[in-house]
């Protein structure tokens, strides 16, 4: 099939289905070569995933340099490792639908809908949920002491956005993500912006980014709103207190 950059050949596997595509490209380097690939087969695979009403996975992507022989590879890495520690868990219910949000966002390989998924959980927890906490403490005389919310740090911090570490998170909340990432995601053409193609590379590793800074402001909130419900009804249940 010829393509914008070139001849692309596709390969089918003992089953008869297709397994593995390849093109020969001119490029200055393996990223670029990258790119120009992704360009040619985003739109072919998008169009037979409308045609056949299937869904398409793109496990791997090798580009070798015949010059060099020095192969790049791109893929999704696995989630990183993390401990989980055996002790008692509080479950708290009033959150049950951010668990399950955050969770949604954990299972899905798409940045832009873990972008989405992220985004609604921190507008819950920076908003409504955090006004009805403020509510349910002034109703049992007590006061709550929000603690501050600061984006964290983190080894792998995207470089592009390492100017935000250490701000409220509020303020990435509201002047980086719902800007430029909610407002594209949520409509598909505003006025005087051109449709966001989620197939462009370019986003697609913008949005990944984006996703993990997300996803650690969010587990920021999450933690501090648990906090912030051990304590209330803690000092709820203590004598004398004001009965709910």
Known sequence: MAGTYGLMRFFKNASNELSMVSASINAVNADDAHSAFMVMLSAFIDRVSL???????????????????????????PPRPTVIGNGAETLHLELAPVYALY????????????????FKIMEGLLGSLRTELRKRAKHAGKELVTPKALVPEHADFPKGLRS???????????NFLQKQFR??????????RNPLNVSDQTHWKRFIEVAFVADLCARVLINQHEQMLTILKTTATLPGSPER
Do not use: W
């Open 51 to 77: 045609t056949g009403a299937v869904p398409i996975f793109i496990e791997l992507i090798v580009v070798r340099d015949t010059t060099t022989e020095v192969q790049s590879m791109y893929f999704v890495s």
């Open 103 to 118: 969770r949604e966002a954990q299972n899905s390989s798409s940045p832009y809908y873990r972008v989405l998924c992220l």
């Open 164 to 174: 935000y570490v250490g701000k409220p998170i509020k303020d990435l909340f509201d």
């Open 183 to 192: 407002d594209a995601m949520a409509h598909f053409n505003l006025k005087g």
